[in-house]
């Protein structure tokens, strides 16, 4: 068997006992098996496999790599996990179906007009991503703006265009340190406005991450091996 699939299904295994040891309300969860720097013949494997939801963190990269797939895989998902500029919010929607890194009111602005005038703007899902760590030199709205945002984002606006249907929170702790406080911040902000989605957990901490209530996790490494950088 390819190396990949085993990887993929040993994270599988993994996705389920860590479900199993969670208490409450079960939601399914969904496993973003991350392709950023991978050939196309790395994700070919779990493309026949059956495998439906992918990552990219690069609109330019994903743009070479995933019109032919998504076209030869019609059960193939697309998220967007890294930032985005306004000016590809078109693009980025002709292509991704999940974009998880709505962080600011321009970028708001540039997807809802996007979706306006878009192609297959229809069906797509946005998560607002939340700086937990506060860096400066990371994405995502910082927790102190978080609500300011989410009014934006909610407020009725003139328009006749429909506003920008949030589905979640994602999250990437800080390097270094534990992500526990972080993963539960975020769900603690979720559960306040009302989200059922929690885009959290990576390689090193996906497990962690389903039991502080991930719906949405994404990985890379495991699955793929060291990127191809
Ligand atoms: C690369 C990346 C991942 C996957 O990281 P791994 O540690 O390789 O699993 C997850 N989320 C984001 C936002 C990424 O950029």
Redesign the pocket.
Known sequence: MHTVLKRWKNVCEAIANAQAQRHGKQSPIILIA?A?TQPPEAILPLLEAGHCDF?E?RVQEAMRKWPGLKAAYPQARLHL??SLQANKAQEALSLFDVIHTVDRPSLVDALIKARGEGRGARGKEFFVQVNTGDEPQKGGVIPNEFFRLMDYILAFRPSPLAPLPISGLMC?PPAGDPPAPHFALLRTMAEKSRLAHLSMG???DYEMAIRFGATHI?????IFGE?QE
């Open positions: 991350v950023k990552g963190n996990i890294g990437i990576m390689s090193g994404r990985v890379g490494t495991a990127r």
